[in-house]
C-alpha cells in the first residue's frame, strides 16, 4: 500500500541505490545493522514505523546464494515419479473396488517433492551416528510413505492393494498412528494439530536429554510437515513462543501451503504465507519463504522497476488459485495482461512456457535450498513455508479447484496426463490398470533408493518396538524423597512437587 506520494522520485533513487552499495559492499550484516540503527532514530523522533514482519511476496533465498543438489538430479526426479505413481494408483484402486472408501490424492500430490528432497538428502534413518531424526508427517500424506517404503521393498503390493481395508491384518491405515501399525510409524499426527505441538515439545527434551548427557543431540533433527489450513487448530501455534525461548534449532517445521483447506480456500481474501511469516517471525522464529520456482527467477532478474513484486502484493490467495485453475493463456491475459510492462517480461514466453512457472514447492532445487539453509540455523527454530498447488499434477480432476480435498479417483484423460506429466515409465495399454510399479532392481534409480538412504542411515519412518532393559536403581536412590521434610509444614502441592 502506498502511504506517500512520492514528489522526488531521483531522491529515492539514490537512497536504493546506496543500500544497494552497502549490501553489494559490505555484506548482510551491516545492512542489517544500518537499518536497524534508522529505525531506532526514527522511533526516537516519534516517526511511527509500518509493521515489519513480513518480507515480499517472493522467495527469501537468492539464486546465487542457495545451495545446489548434488549428483544426478535426474535419477532423484525419476524416483519421485514411481512414488507420486503409486500413491496416486494406490487411492483410486482402493476406491475403484470399494466405492467411497475413502483416502486423499491430492495432499501428497502437492508435497510429494517436499518429502522425496527430504528422504534422499536429508532425514537421518535410525542407524544414523547419534540416532535418527523425529519426522512428523502431516496427516493425508500416508500414501506417499508407503509408495515409497514400498520401492524400498519394506511393504508388499498386497499390503498396497489393502489401503484403508485392515481388518484380515495385512492392508494399511489411512492415518499415521503407531498403534496400528507398530514398526512403522514413529508418531501419531491426526487429529490435525497433534503433530507440530508434539514436535516443539520432543525437540526440547532432545536438548534437555544431549545437556543432561544421556542421549546426543548432535546432528539430530525434528521436521513437523503441517498443512497451512492445519496451522488454524490452537495446537499448531500455541507453543511456537516456547520454541524460540528454547533456541530450538534442531526443530523445523515444513508448512505445505497449497493455499486450500477441506472445503475451499485457507484465506480467500488475504495472504497465509504472509499471515504465518508475521506469526513466526514474531514468535522469535528463522522464516524462509519457497514461494516461486527457478522458472521465476529470469522474471524477477528482468524486473528492474519491481512491478512484479508490487503486483504480486496486490493479489490474495483466492484470485492466485483462480489463475491457477485455468491455463497459460488464461494467466497470461488476467495476470501479466494487466499492465503493459508486466506483458512485456514475458513476451518471449509461449503459453506453455507461462504454465510450466510454477510454485518453489514443486521445484526440487528450491527445496533442497531450503532445507540445506534451515540446518545452519544456530540459535533458532525454523519454518519454512513452501507454496504448492493442491492436486499438482491431476489435472481437470483436481488441480487447484476447491473439492480436490476429497479426490478419490481420476478420469481416464488426468491419468494420462499425470502419467506424460511426470515421465512415469508405463504403457499406454497399461494405463487403466494402473498397476504398482518399482524401478529394474540393476536401475540407477534402483540403486539411488538404496544408496541414499544406508548413506543417511537406514529407512524412514521406522520404529523400534524392542529396546534394552533398563537396570532400575535401588530404593536408596530415593531416600531423600522418602524421607520428605520431617514435621515441616507444606503444602499438598508443594508435596507433590
Known amino acids: 500500500m502506498d502511504i506517500f506520494k512520492d514528489l ?40 511511527t514505523l509500518a509493521c515489519a514482519s513480513t518480507t515480499p511476496y517472493a522467495n527469501t533465498l537468492l539464486p546465487e546464494k542457495s545451495e545446489k543438489i548434488p549428483g544426478n538430479s535426474l535419477i532423484a526426479r525419476n524416483v519421485a515419479a514411481y512414488v507420486r505413481w503409486n500413491a496416486m494408483a494406490m487411492v483410486h484402486r482402493a476406491n475403484k473396488q470399494n466405492e467411497g472408501i475413502g483416502g486423499h490424492i491430492a495432499s501428497f500430490a502437492s508435497s510429494a517433492i517436499l518429502y522425496e528432497g527430504g528422504f534422499d538428502y536429508f532425514f537421518k534413518g535410525p542407524n544414523a551416528p547419534n540416532g535418527g531424526d523425529l519426522v512428523f508427517f502431516q496427516g493425508h500424506s500416508s500414501p506417499g510413505m508407503y509408495s515409497r517404503a514400498f520401492l524400498e521393498g519394506r511393504l508388499t503390493e498386497d499390503q498396497l492393494i489393502n489401503f484403508r481395508q485392515e481388518v484380515e491384518g495385512k492392508g494399511l491405515s489411512s492415518y499415521h498412528h503407531p498403534r496400528h501399525m507398530p514398526d512403522f510409524w514413529q508418531f501419531p499426527t491426526v487429529s490435525m494439530g497433534l503433530g507440530p505441538i508434539m514436535s516443539i515439545y520432543l525437540a526440547r527434551f532432545m536438548k534437555y536429554m544431549d545437556a543432561r548427557g544421556l542421549a546426543s543431540a548432535e546432528g539430530r533433527h525434528v521436521w513437523a510437515f503441517l498443512g497451512d489450513g492445519e496451522t488454524d487448530e490452537p495446537e499448531s501455534q500455541g507453543a511456537i513462543a516456547l ?76 484470485e492466485f488459485q483462480a489463475l491457477r485453475s485455468r491455463d497459460g493463456a488464461y494467466i497470461r491475459e488476467k495476470f501479466f495482461g494487466s499492465d503493459p510492462e508486466l506483458l512485456k517480461l514475458v513476451e518471449d514466453f509461449s503459453d506453455n512456457d507461462i504454465w510450466q512457472m510454477t510454485r518453489g514447492g514443486h521445484d526440487p532445487r528450491k527445496v533442497y535450498a531450503a532445507y540445506a539453509e534451515a540446518l545452519k540455523s544456530t540459535d533458532q527454530p525454523t519454518v519454512i513455508l513452501m507454496k504448492t498447488i493442491k492436486g499438482f499434477g491431476m489435472g481437470k480432476s483436481g488441480e487447484s479447484i476447491n473439492s480436490t480435498h476429497s479426490q478419490k479417483k481420476l478420469d481416464s484423460d488426468s491419468i494420462r496426463e499425470f502419467r506424460d506429466r ?14 504398482f510399479i518399482k524401478p529394474a532392481p540393476d536401475s540407477d ?22 529396546t534394552e532393559a533398563q537396570k532400575v536403581p535401588t530404593l536408596a536412590s530415593f531416600d531423600a524423597i522418602l524421607k520428605g521434610s520431617g514435621d515441616k509444614p507444606m503444602s499438598t502441592t508443594m508435596g507433590f512437587v
Request: net charge positive.
Open 422 to 435: 511426470f515421465h512415469v515409465p508405463i504403457a499406454d495399454d497399461q494405463l487403466e490398470k494402473l498397476p
Open 445 to 466: 534409480e534402483a540403486k539411488f533408493i538404496k544408496e541414499t538412504r544406508q548413506a543417511l542411515g537406514g529407512p524412514l519412518p521406522y520404529r523400534r518396538t524392542k
Open 8 to 47: 522526488d522520485p531521483l531522491e529515492t533513487q539514490e537512497w536504493l541505490e546506496a543500500l544497494e552499495e552497502v549490501i553489494k559492499r559490505e555484506g548482510e550484516s551491516k545492512t542489517l545493522y544500518l537499518l536497524q540503527e534508522l529505525n531506532n532514530k526514527a522511533a526516537s523522533k516519534g516517526v
Open 243 to 318: 520454541a524460540a525461548r528454547e533456541k530450538l534449532n534442531n526443530l523445523i517445521f515444513v508448512i505445505n501451503c497449497n493455499l486450500q483447506r477441506l472445503d475451499g480456500p485457507v484465506r480467500g481474501n488475504g495472504k497465509i504465507i504472509q499471515e504465518l511469516e508475521g506469526n513466526f517471525k514474531g514468535a522469535g522464529w528463522r522464516v524462509i519463504k519457497v514461494i516461486w520456482g527457478s522458472e521465476w527467477d529470469r522474471i524477477l532478474e528482468r524486473d528492474k522497476k519491481g512491478i512484479l513484486l508490487k503486483k504480486f502484493s496486490q493479489m490474495v490467495d483466492g
